[in-house]
């Protein structure tokens, strides 16, 4: 009996674990059609050329910080 209760419950976990692998799969499919459908990639281009040109600025005064000393 211990032998069979052992064996489902292994069972339902492998199964669980299944379950839960394919639905996470879809929700990060899901999660990418609301970003690419919310955001273009082209804004998103945009914003990190932005940010990329905002740290070579602070990288160059933290630069200079350091060459003045």
Known sequence: MLEAAVAIGIAV?????VFASRINT???QIELRV???????E???????RFEDH???IESKLDNLI???
């Open 13 to 17: 976990s492998t199964g669980l674990g």
């Open 26 to 28: 879809r929700v990060n």
């Open 35 to 41: 970003a690419e459908k919310y955001i273009p990639r």
């Open 43 to 49: 804004e998103v281009s945009l914003i990190l050329t």
């Open 55 to 57: 740290m070579v600025r």
């Open 67 to 69: 060459s003045k000393d």
